[in-house]
């Protein structure tokens, strides 16, 4: 007798952008309101769906960076995701592992086999800036599980030889500017990055210059 794979419903909806998270909690409020597979959901489905209208308002006031306004984006979104799971945990129990009933209730089937490592992105710097006498202020596309960044830099003389020799410093993350100080004003300097992953590094960027005052 052949054994049926248990069904499981994906749950990541912790760290997705607000757009999404509200985008795949209407669609699970759409398939399961009305749908004959699944008639007794543990969830108030009008609850539900007043709880999406809601959060997608507490997240565009909880753009201007205030305080109460994001702790109540939070909250919201806490019972949100609390409601999310009870309803993905009945449709486990009640979809028979069928897996046509399954997506019928607008969740998606969790991934039973492992996904290898992927090899990184590759990261550019975007752009150089100024800092303060002898300081550049480099920054750098961030690339999904990238683990730490490794920037290098040497000084190049003007129609001279790429250079060998660089100085290098290691960050963790690329959501801010790294600042490059102790340079030479007056000097022209190259830049590199390239980023840290399970597979190991990336290849390095193409090199970007910038003098330095």
Known sequence: MTKVKKLKALFDFVRVPDETFVSRLTVIYEKMFGNTAFPTPPVDLAVFKTGITSYAAAAAAALDGGKQAKADKKKQHDALVKMAEHL??????????????????????????????????????????????????????????????????????????????????TIASAKKATPIDNLTPGTTYMFQVRAYGKLGFTDWSNPVQRMCI
Do not use: C, M, W
């Not at 449709?91 to 209730?105: I, K």
């Open 88 to 169: 993905g945990h009945y449709v486990e129990a009640n979809s028979n592992d069928d897996p046509a009933t399954f997506t019928s209730s607008g969740f998606e089937i969790r991934p039973t086999t492992r996904v290898p490592p992927q090899p990184l992105d590759q990261p550019a710097i975007t752009g150089i800036a100024q800092g303060k006498t002898g300081e550049l202020l480099v920054s750098v596309t961030p690339v999904a599980k990238a683990r730490i960044y490794e920037i290098h830099y040497a000084p190049v003389a003007a129609g001279g030889p790429p250079p060998t020799t660089f100085a290098s410093v």
